[in-house]
C-alpha cells in the first residue's frame, strides 16, 4: 500500500515513524517544501554553529506530553544517545512585575493543575487574588472537569478572555495573561473550549518537573538524526518537493446517497519553493473570497463537478505528478497549505480563524551569563509581557551566551519606539524588547549586576548587544514567512501559528476525512484528546492516524495511545456521574 504523507512536520513525520516500525510493507513517501524537516518546530543556522540556530519560538515540553515523551524514547539522537535523555527540565521561575522579584525553583506553580498550588503560589508572589477571583477559578475549575463533553467543547464560541473578564487586576496578570503566554498563545484570541479542556485533562505526568526542553536545538537534537532513521526504515523522505495542486475526482453513482472524493493525484514542484511570500499572500486572499462568496463548499461541489481545478499547477517541466486513486493520503500540512491546496469551506474557515503571530528575539551575548540553570523569566510589567527563556544555558553554549525572548501582547504600544510589536521592523522589535528588559527589576538585579558582566555597565554596552545579536536574517528560510510588509507598515506571517482561537474547534478535521475515500489527517490541529495546537497533539494525531489506517487495512498491531484523563477510581466515578447528569440537561433542557 502506497502511502503519501503531504508534509514533513511533527505530524507526518509521526505517522511515517509508527507505519514503518509496524511491518506492513507500506511505501512511504513524505514531500516537504522546505530543504529541512520538522515544520514549525524547525529550527536552522545559516551559519552552521550549533548555537546559531534559530526556532520561530523555544520549543518547551509539557509534563503532560505523554505521546511525545514514548516516542522520543524510540529516536536516537546524534550521540546515540535517545531524544529522551536530552530533554533537560527548565527548574528556575522569576517572575518580575513592579513590586516584586519572585524566584521559584524546580515547578512554577503556574503549570500546576493543583487549585491549591496556584492559589498559593500567586498569594506568595504578592499578587493577591481577591475572594471573587478564587470563587471564579473554583467555578472554572469544577465545571472544567464535571460537565459533558457536549457542552464543553459549545464552549468553542467563547472567548477564554470573557468569562475570565471579572477578574481583578492580579487576577487577570495572573491567571489570564500569565498562562496564556506559558502556553505560548495569544490571549486575546484564545478559546474557553481550549483553555477549559486543558483543565480537564488530568494526566498521568510523564516528568518531574512542569515544563522542560531539549539541551540543544531542535533539529540537531531531535529531527535530524529522526530523519535518518527513518529513512533506514524505508521512509522515503523528499525535501525542496512543494506540492502544488491536489487533483480530485467525484464518480457519481445514482445509487450511491453519500458520493465521495477520491484524491487521483498530486503534482509536485520539482525544485522546493516556488512561491514567494508575495505571491502567497494572493492566493490567501484568493482563498477568501472564495470563502466568503460560499462557492468552495464540499457538499456543493460534489453536487456540481466531478473534478476540481484547486490550483495553478506549476509549468511543465518544472514539476511532476505522483499517486493514484487506489493510494493514501494525508494531510500533514498547516491550514494555510491545507485551505490552499484543498479549497473548502471549512478549511479556508479554519485558516482564517486560526492565525496568530508568535515569533521570538535571541539575543547573543559575546560572554557567559551566571544564571546557573536553565531559567524561565516572565517579565509582567513590561508592555509587551515578555518573557525570557536563557537558551545559552540550556544549550549549554561555550564562551558566548543567548537569552531569546518572547512577546505576549502584541496589540500594545512599546515604550521605545512607541509601535506596537505588530508594527515593528524585526531591527525594531529587537531594541524594543531589550529597551523593555533594561527598565525591569529583574534587569536590575540579575543583569545589570551580574557577575560576569560586574566591570561592564550594560546600559553602555546596550548597543554592542543589540549590534551583535541575533536577528533572523532576511534571506533564511525559515524567516521567509515573517516578513515585514512595507504596504501595510507591519510584520506579517502568512505561515500560521495556532489553532486554539475561538470558533476554530468545529473546523478541525478528524482522522480519516467524511468527505473522501482515501484522505487522513495527521496534524497538530486534529482534533484529539491534547486539543492544544502543539507537539503534543502532533504526535497524539501521528498515533490515531496509524492506528486507524491499520485498522481500515485489517491489521491490528495497534499502537498504544495513553489516557489524558487518569482520575483515580472516585473522582473519575464523581466525573462519570455528573458528566452523564450534564449531558441529559445540556441536550433536553437547552
Ligand atoms: C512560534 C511557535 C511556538 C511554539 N511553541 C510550542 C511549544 O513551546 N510547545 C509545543 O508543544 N508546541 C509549540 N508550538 C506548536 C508546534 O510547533 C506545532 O503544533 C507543531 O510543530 C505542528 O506540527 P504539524 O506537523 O501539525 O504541522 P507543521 O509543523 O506546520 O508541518 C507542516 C509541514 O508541511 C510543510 N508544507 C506546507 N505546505 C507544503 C506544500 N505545499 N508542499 C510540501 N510541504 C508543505 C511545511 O513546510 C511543514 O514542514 C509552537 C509553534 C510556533 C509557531
Known amino acids: 500500500m502506497k502511502i503519501h504523507i503531504l508534509g514533513g512536520g511533527i505530524g507526518g513525520l509521526t505517522l511515517a515513524h509508527y507505519l514503518s516500525k509496524s511491518n506492513n510493507n507500506f511505501d512511504i513517501n513524505i514531500y516537504e517544501r522546505n530543504d529541512i524537516i520538522g515544520g514549525q518546530a524547525r529550527s536552522k543556522s545559516p551559519l552552521n554553529h550549533d548555537y546559531e540556530h534559530s526556532e520561530y519560538f523555544w520549543h518547551t515540553i509539557g509534563n503532560g ?47 500546576s493543575t493543583s487549585l491549591w498550588t496556584i492559589i498559593k503560589g500567586i498569594y506568595n508572589t504578592g499578587g493577591y487574588l481577591t475572594f471573587f477571583d478564587i470563587y471564579t477559578l473554583i467555578k472554572i475549575f469544577f465545571q472544567s472537569k464535571f460537565i459533558c463533553r457536549e457542552r464543553l467543547d459549545s464552549y468553542d464560541n467563547i472567548y477564554w478572555k470573557d468569562i475570565t473578564s471579572k477578574f481583578s487586576k492580579y487576577g487577570k496578570l495572573w491567571i489570564v495573561e500569565s498562562t496564556s503566554i506559558f502556553l505560548g498563545m495569544d490571549y486575546s484570541k484564545l478559546s474557553a473550549q481550549c483553555m477549559m479542556n486543558m483543565i480537564r485533562n488530568n494526566p498521568d505526568y510523564g516528568l518531574n518537573n512542569s515544563f522542560c526542553s531539549f539541551n540543544g536545538n531542535i533539529n540537531k537534537v531531535w529531527f535530524d538524526p529522526w530523519k535518518k532513521q527513518l529513512e533506514k526504515n524505508g521512509v522515503k523522505i523528499y525535501t525542496n518537493k512543494e506540492i502544488k495542486k491536489i487533483e480530485v475526482e467525484l464518480k457519481v453513482n445514482e445509487y450511491d446517497e453519500n458520493p465521495k472524493l477520491d484524491i487521483i493525484k498530486i503534482i509536485i514542484n520539482k525544485n522546493g519553493y516556488s512561491s514567494t511570500h508575495d505571491d502567497i499572500e494572493t492566493k490567501s486572499r484568493g482563498i477568501l473570497d472564495i470563502t466568503s462568496s460560499g462557492s468552495a463548499s464540499l457538499q456543493d461541489d460534489i453536487k456540481t463537478t466531478s473534478s476540481i481545478n484547486i490550483s495553478d499547477a506549476s509549468s511543465g517541466s518544472a514539476s511532476f505528478d505522483i499517486g493514484s486513486k487506489d493510494d493514501i ?78 512577546i505576549g501582547i502584541w496589540d500594545k504600544k512599546g515604550t521605545l519606539h512607541t509601535k506596537t510589536a505588530k508594527e515593528c521592523t524585526r531591527k525594531e522589535l529587537a531594541e524594543e524588547c531589550w529597551y523593555q528588559i533594561s527598565q525591569t527589576i529583574f534587569y536590575k538585579n540579575h543583569i545589570k549586576n551580574n557577575k560576569s558582566l560586574k566591570d561592564k555597565d550594560l546600559y553602555n554596552i546596550f548597543p554592542n548587544i543589540i549590534e551583535t545579536l541575533y536577528i533572523p536574517l532576511p534571506e533564511w528560510d525559515i524567516w521567509s514567512s515573517f516578513q515585514y ?64 489506517i491499520l485498522k481500515n487495512c485489517d491489521y491490528n498491531n495497534f499502537i498504544n495511545i495513553p489516557k489524558k484523563q487518569n482520575y483515580g477510581i472516585v473522582y473519575g466515578l464523581i466525573c462519570r456521574i455528573t458528566r452523564t447528569i450534564d449531558y441529559y440537561i445540556y441536550k433536553y433542557l437547552f
Not at 79 to 105: G, M, Q, W
Not at 371 to 384: G, K, S
Not at 531 to 540: G, L, Q
Open 329 to 406: 493520503y494525508i494531510n500533514s500540512l498547516d491550514t494555510e497549505n491545507l485551505a490552499k491546496l484543498l479549497p473548502y469551506n471549512d478549511y479556508c474557515k479554519l485558516y482564517n480563524l486560526s492565525k496568530q503571530t508568535q515569533t521570538q528575539v535571541l539575543y547573543k551575548f559575546p560572554i557567559k551569563l551566571d544564571f546557573n540553570c536553565n531559567t524561565i523569566i516572565i517579565l509582567q510589567e513590561t508592555n509587551w509581557f515578555l518573557m525570557i527563556r536563557h537558551e545559552g544555558n540550556l544549550w549549554e553554549t561555550k564562551e558566548i551566551d543567548l537569552l531569546s525572548c518572547g
Open 65 to 111: 506530553y505523554l505521546n511525545l515523551l514514548d516516542l522520543t524514547k524510540e529516536i536516537i539522537s546524534y550521540d546515540d544517545k535517545t531524544v529522551y535523555e536530552h530533554i533537560k527540565p527548565l527548574n528556575n521561575y522569576i517572575y518580575s512585575n513592579e513590586n516584586i522579584l519572585f524566584n521559584e525553583k524546580e515547578n512554577s506553580f503556574l503549570t
Open 485 to 548: 510588509n512595507e504596504e501595510n507598515k507591519q510584520l506579517e506571517s502568512w505561515e500560521s501559528k495556532f489553532s486554539n482561537n475561538k470558533n476554530t474547534w468545529k473546523y478541525r478535521p478528524i482522522l480519516k476525512d467524511k468527505s473522501f475515500n482515501n484522505l487522513y489527517h495527521s496534524t497538530a490541529y486534529n482534533k484529539t484528546e491534547t486539543n492544544i495546537f502543539c507537539m503534543e497533539s502532533a504526535v497524539e494525531a501521528g498515533k490515531h492516524t496509524c492506528n486507524e
